[in-house]
């Protein structure tokens, strides 16, 4: 999900092999969704999908 302003928007549900996929893929999703300038940052998180929630174990800030 993309979250904005405590608005979430759902924009993928792919499984990545790498977790470099994964940020590579949510960075350029960020940069074509919002209108981001250099500098901004994005908080990225992810986790195990069984369907239950609670299970995200990975959180990463990447600068735009």
């Known amino acids: 999900k993309i979250s904005t302003g405590g608005r979430n928007r759902e924009t993928m549900r792919?499984?990545?092999n790498s977790t470099e996929v994964l940020f590579y893929t949510a960075k350029r999703?960020?940069?074509e969704t919002f209108a981001l300038a250099a500098g901004?940052?994005?908080v990225i998180?992810?986790?195990v999908t069984n369907g239950l929630s609670g299970n995200t174990n990975l959180i990463k800030v990447e600068t735009v």
């Open 45 to 47: 998180t992810g986790g």
């Open 29 to 31: 999703l960020a940069k």
């Open 14 to 16: 792919e499984e990545f």
């Open 40 to 42: 901004d940052r994005i």
